[in-house]
């Protein structure tokens, strides 16, 4: 049986203010093929992994900060994702066994400083291509629980909601820095690690 999801209080204000970022009810969209600003040469002759649909299966375009190939000798699985955060340390979403992401991290980093995300793709062997946008970091302290935040601020209402669950109360340090941007603001806050945040803030 399937069931229509109701639109949310932020999707509807996204849309509202033109910043729609997917129609309600409809599947999730496929992940999106980097369009890179920095595609580099081609490696051996073959076109930049990014730009090959049959390398990643992905099928839509979006832009990165940064990409490169590199090699990671030992780095197991076909991919892999990460958060740089601006100690220059690594937060891994998967396991990807023992061996060091630094490789990729070190190839990401001539061109773009911590803290970002990034994506890589084995090519063969131990070539991968890697890509990574910049992130917002941001220590909300001990206190503020759940792993995905989503504040709303419009005409002076504002609205909490933790992985899913409206919520009353407040999250202190996210509303000064959203409220340092824009009266009215949406603001999505994933955790990365412990008391870290990455924070995105669109003004409405």
């Known amino acids: 049986m399937f069931r229509r999801r109701r639109e949310t209080l932020n999707e509807k204000l996204l849309r509202e203010a033109g910043l729609e970022r997917a129609d309600v009810g ?11 600003k920095h595609p580099g040469p ?4 073959v076109p930049h992994a990014f730009e090959q649909v049959t390398v990643t299966g992905l099928q839509r375009f979006r832009e990165w900060d940064a990409t490169a190939t590199t090699e990671a000798p030992g780095l197991e699985g076909d991919e892999v994702s990460f958060v740089a955060l601006p100690d220059g340390s690594l937060v891994v979403d998967e396991e990807v066994g023992d061996q060091p992401l630094s490789p990729l991290a070190d190839a990401i980093e001539e061109q773009l400083r911590p803290p970002y995300r990034a994506r890589g793709v084995r090519r063969h062997g131990d070539v991968w291509a890697v890509a990574a946008n910049t992130i917002e970091v941001v220590d909300l302290g001990p206190e503020v629980e759940g792993e995905e935040i989503e504040l709303v601020s419009q005409a002076g209402e504002r609205t909490l909601t933790v992985d899913g669950a409206r919520t009353f109360g407040g999250v202190p340090r996210l509303e000064r820095l959203a409220e340092s941007r824009s009266a009215d603001y949406v603001v999505h806050a994933s955790r990365i690690d412990g008391n870290l945040w990455e924070v995105r803030i669109d003004a409405l």
């Open 26 to 36: 409809a599947e999730p969209p496929a992940p999106l093929v980097p369009e890179p």
């Open 42 to 45: 081609p490696h051996f002759g």
